[in-house]
């Protein structure tokens, strides 16, 4: 029994590229199934180009940057295992070898910008709403008071050396400067370290740590009191 | 060591294969550019982290997905409020298209936005992921003959506004 054009055309609009034989035979019966299906076609056609936005540039490398990054959960039988041969100081080094791809904070700083600190500094001029940079700060376990908050022109995760960080870009007097916000990292407090024409500063916080870091004309060290002040860390569903 | 690259490169291919689908998924459904990145992002994170757990390599499109629906489901659980308001709405631009398809374009991705999530999702799986009803329906937890009719009606909501929207280029007459 053949299908009737009603039936024809609720199963295209189910499934317009269909390639059921029940549905090529239908299509191939008369000209206004044939006509149906290709304008069914052509509105395919239509969804698929409105659906396809285009994808964040680097949208997969930081994945990969964060997931790489992440701490590994625990195995504790191999952990009890280990913790019987290996003595605590050499733990401790060899630890920071397995979960890090950088050899050091400053290592990573400076990588880390060097990547696209440049670009989001000078792409960083529309603003960002406090709705989003309260979401991304609570899936760091922290807040940002308005001090910062009202300062930040942009935000976004990122890796750090131990998992997830934000990068932020903030507006100061001096003009645009970076603050990379590392929840799980303690630095050497107050170096300064110096790479292409910039230089940062290296901030402990309650928890975590950041990095703050502008031009070499810019006096980074101005905001260490107010990033002190405002970043609030370790909170619980903030 | 050899599993950890094992793991590591497993992973790798599955940021590749379906992270923009992904993204485009998200932003479908949250319509907020950085909330979809967020969204994204943790979904891999999670996903990285119960890599072990995904035997069957065929099932890491719907697992995945799975895992992005629920840290969406969560986002709400947070009280963070839903973004829909479709004219703030950034997206990319994409090729370049003539204008009369720009507008199309336009008033589809409006559409889309304005449909109903019970239309709208069935419909965003199907054309970014390419599922099939019977995937829809076991990713959903509906059953087949509820997708086949909510893909119907969505791509009919869809044809009904862009009428109204006095676009018949491209357009099938429905009735």
Redesign the interface.
Same mark, same amino acid.
């Given at each position: 029994m053949s299908m009737n054009f009603s039936e024809f055309k609720r199963r295209l609009g189910e499934d317009p590229l269909s390639r059921d034989e029940e549905m090529l035979r239908a299509r191939n019966s008369a000209p206004e199934f044939e006509q149906a299906a290709l304008d069914a076609e052509a509105f395919e056609r239509a969804l698929q180009n409105a659906v396809n936005i285009r994808a964040p540039e680097g949208l997969v490398n930081t994945i990969l940057d964060i997931a790489h990054t992440a701490p590994k959960r625990r195995n504790w039988v191999p952990l009890a295992m280990a913790a019987t041969v290996l003595l605590a100081v050499g733990a401790a080094g060899i630890a920071w070898k397995q979960s890090h791809r950088w050899d050091s904070v400053d290592a990573y700083v400076e990588d880390h910008y060097s990547k696209d600190g440049d670009k989001l500094v000078a792409n960083s001029a529309d603003g960002v709403s406090e709705k989003d940079i309260n979401r991304i700060m609570a899936r760091l376990d922290a807040f940002a008071g308005p001090q910062l908050s009202d300062r930040i022109r942009f935000i976004k995760l990122c890796p750090t050396p131990d998992g997830r960080g934000a990068h932020m870009v903030v507006s100061t007097s001096q003009g645009p400067v970076t603050i990379i916000y590392m929840p799980n990292t303690k630095v050497s407090e107050g170096e300064m370290l110096v790479f292409d024409q910039m230089h940062a500063l290296l901030v402990n916080l309650d928890h975590g740590s950041v990095a703050i870091i502008g031009t070499r004309a810019q006096n980074v060290e101005n905001l260490q009191a107010m990033v002190r002040n405002s970043l609030k860390t370790g909170l619980i569903d903030a | 060591m050899t599993s950890d690259t094992d793991r !590591?490169r497993r992973?790798?291919q599955l &940021?590749?294969a379906y +992270? !923009?689908d992904l993204?485009?998924y998200a #932003?479908?459904i949250c319509s907020n550019?950085? %909330?979809a990145? @967020?969204l994204? $992002?943790?979904t891999?994170?999670r &996903?990285?982290?119960a890599l072990d757990k995904l035997n069957d390599t065929a099932a890491a499109k719907s697992w995945l997905i799975t895992i992005l629906r629920r840290e969406y489901a969560r !986002?709400f659980e947070?009280k963070?409020?839903k973004?829909t308001d479709v004219e703030y709405v950034v997206?990319?631009? @994409?090729a370049e298209?003539e204008p009369e398809?720009r507008t199309?374009?336009d008033l589809?991705?409006k559409g889309?936005m304005k449909l109903d999530p019970k239309y709208r999702d069935p419909l %965003?799986m $199907?054309?970014?992921f390419g599922y +099939?009803?019977a995937e829809i329906s076991e990713q959903l937890g509906s059953s087949k003959s509820a997708v #086949? !009719?909510q893909?119907?009606?969505a791509?009919?909501k %869809?044809?009904v506004q862009m009428q109204k929207d006095g676009v018949t280029g491209?357009?099938?007459?429905l009735f």
């Amino acid at each position: 029994m053949s299908m009737n054009f009603s039936e024809f055309k609720r199963r295209l609009g189910e499934d317009p590229l269909s390639r059921d034989e029940e549905m090529l035979r239908a299509r191939n019966s008369a000209p206004e199934f044939e006509q149906a299906a290709l304008d069914a076609e052509a509105f395919e056609r239509a969804l698929q180009n409105a659906v396809n936005i285009r994808a964040p540039e680097g949208l997969v490398n930081t994945i990969l940057d964060i997931a790489h990054t992440a701490p590994k959960r625990r195995n504790w039988v191999p952990l009890a295992m280990a913790a019987t041969v290996l003595l605590a100081v050499g733990a401790a080094g060899i630890a920071w070898k397995q979960s890090h791809r950088w050899d050091s904070v400053d290592a990573y700083v400076e990588d880390h910008y060097s990547k696209d600190g440049d670009k989001l500094v000078a792409n960083s001029a529309d603003g960002v709403s406090e709705k989003d940079i309260n979401r991304i700060m609570a899936r760091l376990d922290a807040f940002a008071g308005p001090q910062l908050s009202d300062r930040i022109r942009f935000i976004k995760l990122c890796p750090t050396p131990d998992g997830r960080g934000a990068h932020m870009v903030v507006s100061t007097s001096q003009g645009p400067v970076t603050i990379i916000y590392m929840p799980n990292t303690k630095v050497s407090e107050g170096e300064m370290l110096v790479f292409d024409q910039m230089h940062a500063l290296l901030v402990n916080l309650d928890h975590g740590s950041v990095a703050i870091i502008g031009t070499r004309a810019q006096n980074v060290e101005n905001l260490q009191a107010m990033v002190r002040n405002s970043l609030k860390t370790g909170l619980i569903d903030a | 060591m050899t599993s950890d690259t094992d793991r !590591t490169r497993r992973f790798n291919q599955l &940021a590749e294969a379906y +992270s !923009t689908d992904l993204y485009r998924y998200a #932003m479908w459904i949250c319509s907020n550019d950085a %909330l979809a990145k @967020d969204l994204v $992002q943790e979904t891999f994170l999670r &996903a990285w982290r119960a890599l072990d757990k995904l035997n069957d390599t065929a099932a890491a499109k719907s697992w995945l997905i799975t895992i992005l629906r629920r840290e969406y489901a969560r !986002t709400f659980e947070r009280k963070v409020p839903k973004f829909t308001d479709v004219e703030y709405v950034v997206i990319p631009e @994409d090729a370049e298209l003539e204008p009369e398809e720009r507008t199309e374009r336009d008033l589809l991705r409006k559409g889309i936005m304005k449909l109903d999530p019970k239309y709208r999702d069935p419909l %965003l799986m $199907q054309v970014v992921f390419g599922y +099939s009803c019977a995937e829809i329906s076991e990713q959903l937890g509906s059953s087949k003959s509820a997708v #086949m !009719t909510q893909l119907f009606r969505a791509r009919e909501k %869809l044809k009904v506004q862009m009428q109204k929207d006095g676009v018949t280029g491209n357009v099938h007459e429905l009735f």
